[in-house]
């Protein structure tokens, strides 16, 4: 894969990087106003979700990357385990990342968020949220 530049890169004419994808804040897509019933599509773009150099969200695969409209935070929290002693959170990008838990906080929707990256939220699906909460609890013990 070669590693090019949104910014830089020159497109055929006609063609543009802007699309009507939109990502509710609540972690479902849309595609020209209707809902992505695909659920094999819909997993493929939250593997995707990232950011382009010019700090726009976008989808990017192997092939080819388009921008997209994000509402609410850019990955969720899908399950949650303890390895090591330290709490491992599951994306909505599959990958496994640490909790930093000083970077915990509830959002103004009265949901659990966390830091996936620096600047980069991720909120967490409500059966991650109480599996945390079961283990900080079993923890605590």
Not at 36 to 59: H, I, M, S, Y
Not at 63 to 76: C, D, H, Q, S, V
Not at 87 to 93: D, F, G, P, T
């Amino acid at each position: 894969m070669t590693d090019t530049k949104p910014s830089d890169e020159k497109l055929p004419f006609g063609l543009s990087r802007e699309t009507s994808i939109v990502r509710s804040a609540d972690g479902h897509w849309f595609h020209e106003g209707e809902a992505v019933e695909n659920p094999k599509l819909a997993r493929a773009f939250d593997r995707w979700v990232t950011r382009a150099e010019d700090g726009r969200w976008c989808l990017k695969n192997e092939i080819n990357w388009a921008y997209f409209k994000l509402e609410g935070a850019p990955y969720f929290v899908r399950a949650v385990r303890i390895e090591g002693g330290r709490a491992q959170l599951w994306l909505s990008s599959e990958r496994w990342i640490e909790l930093d838990p000083w970077c915990l906080r509830e959002g103004p929707d009265s949901v659990l968020y966390c830091d996936a990256a620096p600047g980069q939220a991720a909120r967490f699906e409500s059966h991650a949220a109480v599996r945390l909460g079961e283990l900080l609890e079993g923890d605590a013990e």
